[in-house]
């Protein structure tokens, strides 16, 4: 008798622990670090285009659109890119480039004119206005030119 009383308990909390616990990207805010694309092709000869491909692409795993409005973006030496009044819809995906180049919804440009992520090891950390880290991804030379976070 006692065990069909507690069933209907057990499968409240059950219910309820479901609703409440969250993966880490939800309770991230729903923005992950994807991908981070760390050895541009061909030589690095510091030109715009070498820059630019390199790049980290960032998703929102929401089902809402989420503000990355003072947002950064670190590798490990502290090289830091910040979001300005960027949204990013929910599923959709945005790439920070290291080169120039004009802003647009799916490509924002860090403007430097040296590499950031290292190819031989780096951790590509993703951080919300409020300091706390939203995700980071970390690769070695163990990894190709790439890697999926």
Known sequence: M??????????GAVALTGTFLSTPAQAAGGVTIY????????TDNRSNASLNAEWVQIKNTSSSTISLK????????RHKYTFL?????????????????S??????????GAYV?????????????SGTKADSC????????????
Not at 103 to 112: C, E, L, V
């Open 2 to 11: 006692r065990i069909r009383a507690a069933l209907p308990a057990l499968a």
């Open 35 to 42: 991908r981070v694309y760390f050895d541009s092709p061909g």
């Open 70 to 77: 003072n947002w950064t973006l670190l590798d490990a030496s």
């Open 85 to 101: 009044d960027v949204k990013i819809g929910a599923g959709s995906t945005k790439k920070v480039r290291t080169g120039s180049g």
């Open 103 to 112: 802003d647009t919804a799916a490509n924002k440009y860090q403007d430097r």
């Open 117 to 129: 992520w290292n190819n031989t090891s780096d951790t590509a950390t993703l951080y919300k206005s």
């Open 138 to 149: 970390s690769w070695t030379t163990r990894d190709p030119s790439d890697k999926y976070c």
